[in-house]
Structure formats: C-alpha cells, structure tokens
C-alpha cells in the first residue's frame, strides 16, 4: 500500500505500534526519555538488597511504556569486601519474533564486574526497534553504585523530556515597556526577552544636559539583571555630535548614564543595544 490514513476508520484493524511508535518518535525525538509524569521513575534504595522504581512514563524509541503506581522492586546482589562495582537499572524492550512478533518490556538488574579499581557499567543491549532492525533493546535507567558492602546513592542515567508548552514557552519571546524617566522622551526603545535572554534597545533623550548617574528610564520586574550590567552606548549632544558612553542596567529596573567621553560637550541622547541573561 502506498498511502494509508493511519488514524482513520478502516473497518479492519490496522492501527499497529509501529505506526504508534512512529508518531511519538516524531514529535518527541528518536531518543529515549522519562516523561514528566507521576513519580519520574525515582529509584531508592528500600534496603541494602533492594532498589525500588517508582510510577513513571517511558519512551523507547517512540515505544510508550510505563511503571504504575505500585512501582516495581527488584534485587541487588550483595557487594565484594574490597571491590566496587556498578549495577544498571534497565527498561528492557524484547520482541518475540517466533511468537507473533508479540512485544514486552521489564525491569531488569545488570550486575557489573566487581573490580579493586574504578568500576565500569556493564554492557547493555542496544538496538534500532523503530526501524524495525532489533528484537532487543536496554533503556538504561539508573547506576547503582557498590562499595564493599556499601551501596551507594542510584545515579540517574536518562533525560526527562521537557513538554512541548514549557519549550514554547522557554524559546516565545515576551516584550515588556521602557518607562522614561522625568524629562525624559523614548524615541524607539525596545525590550523584550526569550527564556531568559533579554534584549533592551534603549534610544532615549532628553531637553536637559545630563551627568553620569542619571536616570533616564525603568524596566519591569521579570526584565532586571540580578547585578549592575554595563553597556557601550553612544551618546549625541543637541547638534548630534557623537560621543563614546555607557549605560547601566539595574538590579532595581533603572536605566541609567553610567560615563560618557564628553570632551566639553553635554550629551542629549543615548543609544545602545543590551544583551544579557537573567
């Protein structure tokens, strides 16, 4: 068949998880994740023996499996006198391919090599199941560490994918106002900011002369630096003469003259481009 509406009525079953798989793998990503959903997989150490995984969502190459509230306990072997070692949590994809091609996933324990050096994780299987290509695919989870007879703290080994509404929101650009200051005209000042990467554009004047240390405008809450940020600027006097200056963004939301090179003259209008991140 050389098209097929996957998620239309067909009258026979036609929907499979290949067809699943390949719509997560394309708007999550070909990678696997734990989603932000329930208790993210947590793994703690219940007693010396056993490790539990908490409820949590998986995605294995656009596979959509999950552990449910009960959470799933499994077995740590007892550690080496003298020896480290380390241990792999994994998410075990299988397809039984002499039985219908019928799908599963568990749980398992990797034991390491214990070793008197620096111990190594364990060999896991990987495999391109969206492809169609393995019967056999190990999603590493979390390393359990062992010194001695010590188990040490699980170190998480997989990345949590962020939802699609916190990306949009961290990439969407906001814009907020420049509020000049007393005396004080905005002629084409800008501010906005995308995640937390703020752009000001300030083009401001004035009809009185100005000293460093003057404030020209202010910014919102939610647009302020944490310290005092300096910025090149060029400053003009009334018959637009140019000068070197610089402007200072404030923790407190103030735009202020920081310096300018008058050399004699009196500066009227300053123009600059800040970038920074908050």
């Known amino acids: 068949m050389a098209i097929e509406l996957v998620t239309g009525k067909k009258g026979t079953v036609h929907v499979d998880s290949a067809d699943d798989a390949a719509l997560y793998a394309a708007i999550a990503g070909k990678g696997e994740f734990v989603l932000q959903l329930d208790g993210q997989l947590a793994c703690t150490m219940t007693t010396a023996n056993k490790a539990h995984v908490a409820s949590g969502h998986g995605l294995m190459q ?38 219908g091609n019928v799908e599963s996933v568990a749980l398992k324990v ?4 214990p070793t008197t050096g620096t111990p190594a994780d364990p060999a896991h299987t990987h495999g391109d199941i969206l492809e169609g290509n393995a019967l056999v695919n190990e999603q590493p989870l979390w ?23 916190e990306a949009w ?14 005396s004080w005209k905005d002629l084409g000042s800008s ?8 752009e000001l554009v300030v083009n401001i004047a004035t009809t009185a002369g ?6 020209m405008a202010t910014i919102p809450a939610g647009f302020r630096p944490k310290n005092e940020l300096d910025f090149a600027a060029a400053a003009f006097t009334t018959d637009s003469y140019p000068m070197s200056a610089w402007v200072a963004v404030m923790p407190d939301g103030r735009v202020a003259v920081k310096d300018y090179l008058s050399g004699g003259r009196v500066a009227y209008q300053f123009k600059a481009v800040c970038r920074y991140r908050i």
Do not use: M
């Open 62 to 99: 656009g596979r959509h499996w999950l552990v449910d509230a009960e959470g799933v306990d499994l077995t740590i072997q007892n550690g080496t006198q003298g020896q480290k070692r380390n241990d792999l949590i994994v998410a075990r994809y299988e397809c039984d391919a002499k039985n």
């Open 110 to 113: 990797i034991k390491g090599t």
């Open 143 to 165: 390393r359990i560490p062992l010194n001695g007879i010590t188990v040490g703290s699980p170190v998480r080994l997989f990345e949590v994918l962020t939802p699609a509404k």
């Open 169 to 182: 929101d961290s990439v969407s650009r906001v814009s907020g106002v420049v509020a000049p200051a007393s």
């Open 191 to 198: 501010l906005s900011k995308a995640g937390g990467d703020v």
């Open 210 to 215: 100005v000293a460093a240390g003057d404030t």
